[in-house]
């Protein structure tokens, strides 16, 4: 029985050393890449406030949905175009990339007008149309792991962009539906050394959406690190309480400050270098 892998490009055997690319100043791949932000653009003050307390902290990058794929069609949608407007527009002002998720074919110049990295939700990790489109931009591509899907089929995901011809791809562990229901999703930690074992491409996880518990998402992210994560995708928000989607998961903008210099410990004994800002103010909502 042969024991080739149906995935090639993304696998170890073809590529030993480990990919690596930089945006925003940041090596992704040796750098621990940091990106935080809310899980969906509500307005400009929204934004704007937490994009300036991401900057003190020396965070690169802001995460946010423009467009919102909701399992209620009477959820909030996000507010599309605008919404991308605005994340970019904040970013600029303090020199952030962006990471926004596209839907649809029909959208990629859309967002690569606006976003520096272009994530790929669970729900389209088998879109295969839209993956091998992503394969001819020059975009880097965020690949979050399906719901139900297993690293084989992730990875045979990743190879429809890489065989596309963008090498830019950072796999992103984001926890699978089980039986539990304890947690949002089953946070498969596993995955990360394991993959890493088996493909070259960076992989970092979020657990945000892995938990959907708030007070879940520290001791998760320090796990991440440890176990050889590339970086993390946290979502945070200035009022949680209040936020459109996603609140009950979202970091306090404290929280995420409290959490760095721990990540920042673990990166440096893992030799990842991470710039995080240890004397950035304090937030308030006061």
Same mark, same amino acid.
């Given at each position: 029985?042969?024991?080739?892998?149906?995935?090639?490009?993304?696998? #170890? $055997?073809?590529? !030993?050393?480990?990919?690596?690319?930089?945006?925003?100043?940041?090596?992704?791949?040796?750098?621990? +890449?940091?990106?935080? %932000?809310?899980?969906?653009?509500?307005?400009?003050?929204?934004?704007?406030?937490?994009?300036?307390?991401?900057?003190?902290?020396?965070? !690169?990058?802001? #995460?946010?949905?423009?467009?919102?794929?909701?399992?209620?069609?009477?959820?909030?949608?996000?507010?599309?175009?605008? &919404?991308?407007?605005?994340?970019?527009?904040?970013?600029?002002?303090? &020199?952030?990339?962006?990471?926004?998720?596209?839907?649809?074919?029909?959208?990629?110049? $859309?967002?690569?007008?606006?976003? /520096?990295?272009?994530?790929?939700?669970?729900? =389209?990790?088998?879109?295969?149309?839209?993956?091998?489109?992503? %394969?001819?931009?020059?975009?880097?591509?965020?690949? !979050?792991? %399906?719901?139900?899907?297993?690293?084989?089929?992730?990875?045979?995901?990743?190879?429809?962009?890489?065989?596309?011809? =963008?090498?830019?791809?950072?796999?992103?562990?984001?926890?699978?539906?089980?039986?539990?229901?304890?947690?949002?999703?089953?946070? /498969?930690?596993?995955?990360?050394?394991?993959?890493?074992?088996?493909?070259?491409?960076?992989?970092?996880? /979020?657990?945000?959406?892995?938990?959907?518990?708030?007070?879940?998402?520290?001791?998760?992210?320090?796990?991440?690190?440890?176990?050889?994560?590339?970086?993390?995708?946290? $979502?945070?928000?200035?009022?949680?309480?209040?936020? +459109?989607?996603?609140?009950?998961?979202?970091?306090?903008? /404290?929280?995420?400050?409290?959490? +760095?210099?721990?990540?920042?410990?673990?990166?440096?004994?893992?030799?990842?270098?991470?710039?995080?800002?240890?004397?950035?103010?304090?937030?308030?909502?006061?």
């Amino acid at each position: 029985m042969s024991n080739r892998k149906p995935y090639q490009l993304v696998s #170890r $055997e073809w590529k !030993k050393e480990n990919t690596e690319f930089t945006v925003n100043g940041v090596t992704i791949g040796r750098d621990l +890449l940091m990106i935080a %932000g809310p899980c969906a653009v509500e307005n400009r003050e929204q934004i704007t406030t937490i994009s300036e307390y991401l900057s003190k902290l020396n965070v !690169k990058f802001l #995460r946010g949905g423009a467009y919102k794929p909701r399992t209620s069609p009477y959820s909030f949608q996000g507010l599309k175009t605008e &919404g991308l407007q605005l994340m970019r527009e904040a970013a600029d002002k303090f &020199g952030l990339g962006v990471v926004s998720e596209i839907l649809s074919i029909d959208k990629i110049s $859309e967002l690569e007008e606006y976003a /520096d990295i272009l994530q790929v939700g669970t729900r =389209n990790m088998q879109n295969y149309p839209l993956l091998k489109a992503l %394969g001819k931009s020059k975009r880097p591509i965020l690949l !979050k792991r %399906g719901m139900s899907s297993t690293i084989e089929e992730w990875l045979l995901a990743a190879e429809y962009i890489v065989s596309s011809g =963008n090498e830019k791809v950072i796999l992103c562990e984001r926890g699978i539906r089980t039986f539990e229901n304890a947690t949002r999703n089953t946070l /498969d930690i596993a995955a990360i050394p394991l993959v890493k074992s088996l493909s070259h491409l960076p992989i970092i996880l /979020d657990p945000s959406q892995g938990t959907g518990i708030r007070d879940l998402v520290a001791p998760v992210s320090s796990a991440a690190i440890a176990a050889g994560a590339d970086g993390l995708i946290i $979502e945070v928000h200035n009022q949680p309480n209040e936020a +459109l989607s996603d609140g009950d998961q979202s970091l306090y903008l /404290d929280q995420l400050k409290d959490l +760095l210099p721990t990540l920042k410990q673990i990166a440096h004994i893992r030799e990842k270098r991470f710039d995080f800002e240890s004397n950035a103010y304090q937030y308030s909502t006061q």
